[in-house]
């Protein structure tokens, strides 16, 4: 098969030019197969849930919660109708050197670090929230954590936003990663003694140092440089396509389509600013999986009350409070709502009850790593990468760093549990 990139003309400096402009696949990318009928009842379902909550939570406890839960239904729309993936983004990077999707990240990152630069300078927020940012702090557990997650992420199919929008969209496999995520934050908080402690030092707030607008323009030469190293790397190994989703065409793809990745990432980047606006902090994820195992243990008859964990002041509040009052918990449950419309709508909400053992293993063993890695590094590829990154913390470039070699050692375990890893010789990646 021949690259689907032109040869280069103009000696050197052409081919350096190419290489930095074109993004070359091993052959074209497959043609999107026809969008499949609207599945009437799951959207049905959805779609009333997501009304019948919405109107419940701003009801009782405000507009405030309210608009986390439609946030994060946005969220779970473009989530879903794009596909945004950062598993698969790294291991089509690290097994093939497909940069497509880290290309995305970069427009993600960029434009969420633009956005939330203009907030936070200006003060501006909504039902009385101040814009806040704080720099995570640096040491082996963010190392470890990261490189965990990662690993966890390959293992059970997805990562932490990319969990919760698969469950909305009907795929089974990722209940159990979704099981497993909570279990593991579980397992964190009960021995949250061993884990505490371990050496580290105080993050790094680039603002703080070269004021805000410093600290946008070196995020933003920086994702540039990240941009153009992908495409060195495309070009040096000329990876297969990425594979194409059903979609609809015209202006029904708006609602039963697959949209562009980069579109995606401007719609995400919009809605994460957003968490910004109305609450004060930036989009979080995967706390909210520990606190949801702590409340069913209480139902239960436990008391996870009394762990050295939940005895800080904000954990113990937020435990203390009611669940649709949590910032996390309620963009969370939002995201799962607004993928499973927008999947309904495009006929791809499946379900299927028959899984491989092997990969029901891998689904909650992953899960139960993700959840352990993303307390220890005190967040995930949306808390630490994305909430670090777009503030100009220097926590969320080291937990993508540690991330991808997490990936390169998740991408040589999947085999061991019957998982694919693409490999140059495939048609789509």
């Known amino acids: 098969m021949s690259a689907t990139t032109d040869q280069p003309t103009g000696g050197n400096a052409g081919r350096t030019a190419d290489l930095l402009l074109r993004s070359p696949t091993s052959c074209a990318a497959p043609t999107p197969a026809p969008e ?46 794009s596909r945004f993936g950062f598993t698969s983004a790294w291991r089509q990077l690290v097994a093939v050197g497909n940069g497509r999707g880290l290309r995305a990240h970069a427009l993600l990152l960029g434009t969420a670090a633009t956005l939330i630069s203009l907030i936070v300078v200006s003060g501006a927020g909504l039902f009385g929230a101040v814009p806040e940012v704080s720099a995570g702090p640096i040491g082996l ?80 030469v920086v994702l540039l440089g990240i941009v153009l190293l992908t495409r060195v790397v495309q070009a040096h190994r000329t990876p297969p396509p990425v594979g194409a989703v059903p979609t609809a065409r015209g202006i029904a793809r708006v609602f039963r389509g697959s949209w562009p990745l980069l579109v995606g990432a401007v719609v995400l980047a919009v809605l994460a600013a957003s968490v910004v606006l109305v609450s004060g902090g930036t989009w979080g994820v995967t706390f909210a999986f520990a606190l949801w195992g702590a409340k069913l243990l209480q139902v239960i008859g436990f008391q996870p009350e009394a762990w050295e964990f939940w005895q800080s002041s904000s954990n113990a509040q937020a435990l203390a409070a009611p669940l649709l009052t949590d910032k996390t918990s309620l963009t969370n449950l939002g995201i799962i709502l607004g993928a499973a419309v927008a999947a309904a709508a495009a006929g791809a909400w499946r379900f299927r009850a028959e899984i491989p053992w092997r990969t029901a293993l891998a689904a909650v063993l992953g899960g139960v790593l993700m959840g352990i890695g993303a307390r220890l590094a005190g967040g995930c590829n949306i808390g630490a990468y994305l909430g670090g990154i777009s503030t100009g913390s220097l926590h969320g470039w080291l937990w993508g760093a540690f991330a991808l070699g997490g990936t390169w050692i998740g991408l040589r375990l999947r085999p061991l549990f019957g998982l694919a890893t693409p490999k140059p010789s495939d048609s789509v990646c």
Do not use: K, N
């Open 36 to 81: 499949e009928p609207v599945r009437v009842v799951p959207l049905t379902i959805a779609a009333v849930l997501a009304v019948a909550l919405s109107w419940y939570v701003w009801i009782t406890h405000g507009p405030l919660p309210g608009a986390l839960l439609m946030i994060g239904l946005g969220l779970g729309v473009a989530l879903f109708h």
């Open 141 to 220: 557990a963010l190392f470890a954590g990261a490189a965990l997650f990662a690993v966890g992420m390959q293992l059970g199919g997805a990562c932490a936003s990319g969990t919760l929008f698969a469950v909305g969209a009907g795929q089974s496999t990722i209940v159990l990663t979704l099981g497993g995520f909570i279990l593991g934050s579980v397992f964190y908080t009960w021995a949250f003694p061993v884990f505490d402690g371990w050496p580290q030092v105080p993050g790094i707030l680039l603002s703080d140092h070269v004021g805000w607008f410093g600290s946008w323009a070196i995020t933003i």
